[in-house]
């Protein structure tokens, strides 16, 4: 499995070609949790850092987890062409809207309803690994432009922020997620 310590020219046009991606993170004594990804949610800085947006969800397992342990994995996946499976490590940091690094990087993405999160992720270690065991699949379209985004939209910003409440203040693990600037 080659390994380097950041990303190149190549990897970066297979990264932009994909339209999903998975991120794992885990806390120090919390389960490991990997979720997929998509939308136009991620944007390369440069060789050594990936920003990506977090639109709101049912959980907020990732914020909670960089707030014991900042490292996670983004993985991407080749469903077509050849092979490829391409793993990017480093630590981590969470930016929310009510941070100073906010209004400099989101402009970097759409304006998405329900948008909690940027994370900036420095990268310590990029690994590819053959991929032959990946499926090809056909990618027929996001479902967050006519599914997600339309439920968020509709909440208005003050009905996104009380779902944060509700539903992303603390992890499955009981973990604070950093949502509500009380915390």
Known sequence: MP???????????????????????AGTDTRV?????GMDSLRIVDDNRIIWLNVTGSGNETAAHLRE???????FC???GSALILRVYGQCKTIHPRDDDWDRLSPMFPDLAGSRQIFDL????????CGSGV??????????????LPFYDNLGPEGVDAYWRRKNATSIDGKQTGIDPAE
Not at 122 to 129: A, E, F, G, P
């Open 135 to 148: 499926p090809f699949m056909d990618f027929v379209k996001q479902r967050g432009p006519d599914e997600l």
């Open 33 to 37: 949790n990997v979720s997929p990804k």
């Open 3 to 25: 390994t380097t310590g950041k990303l190149n020219g190549t990897l970066r046009d297979f990264i932009e070609r994909q339209p999903m991606f998975f991120v794992a993170t």
């Open 122 to 129: 420095t990268i310590d270690l990029v690994q590819t690994s």
């Open 69 to 75: 342990v900042n490292r996670m994995t983004l993985m």
């Open 78 to 80: 080749a469903f077509e």
